[in-house]
């Protein structure tokens, strides 16, 4: 069962990757950046409707400011496009949708397992991409030595403390 949802998370999770970074070739970065932080919004609306979690008050209150936020950002003529509105919205929710998941279906997660398992998916899928759309380029040095560090400590073990973090909530 753990493994289907790694599966599923992972094909998400990819597919919503690459929903952000084609929504931020057609806009903004500040709008998109704000827009992607509806996962969270739609984190505590899949715990309150699908998994029969309590609504406190400061969610409401995220919520109604999350919501005004919305409004805002579409109100910012020529920062960003509706349809890049409308990738970024849905991006997030193919990353919600992971940890909903998560939470739903697997009762003690191994953070770390998990995001090793969820690299190795992720470099196959976008290994075939790369291939498939001829994008393939060769960095210098320094540069992948860079990436491949920052990778390392900032999206690898964020994410793996993400999953250890699912052990901990109610």
């Known amino acids: 069962?753990?493994?289907?949802?790694?599966l599923i998370g992972t094909i998400l999770n990819s597919i919503g990757i690459l929903m952000y970074y084609f929504g931020l070739r057609i806009s903004d970065l500040g709008p998109s950046a704000l827009l992607i932080k509806m996962t969270v919004l739609y984190n505590v609306l899949f715990g309150v409707f699908l998994l029969d979690e309590k609504l406190r008050i400061t969610e409401v209150i995220g919520i109604l400011l999350a919501i005004s936020g919305i409004i805002v950002i579409s109100t910012l003529h020529g920062q960003i496009e509706v349809?890049?509105?409308i990738i970024m919205l849905v991006s997030a929710l193919f990353f919600a949708i992971q940890s909903y998941l998560i939470k739903k279906y697997v009762i003690q997660?191994?953070?770390?397992?998990?995001?090793?398992?969820?690299?190795f998916l992720l470099s196959i899928f976008f290994l075939i991409y790369i291939i498939l759309m001829g994008t393939w380029e060769i960095l210098e040095a320094g540069l992948a030595i860079s990436l491949g560090i920052f990778s390392l400590l900032g999206y690898f073990l964020g994410r793996a403390f993400y999953f250890?973090?699912?052990?901990?909530?109610?």
């Open 1 to 6: 069962n753990d493994g289907k949802v790694l």
């Open 83 to 85: 349809s890049s509105a």
């Open 109 to 119: 997660i191994d953070g770390m397992t998990f995001a090793f398992l969820r690299l």
């Open 164 to 170: 250890e973090a699912h052990n901990h909530l109610p």
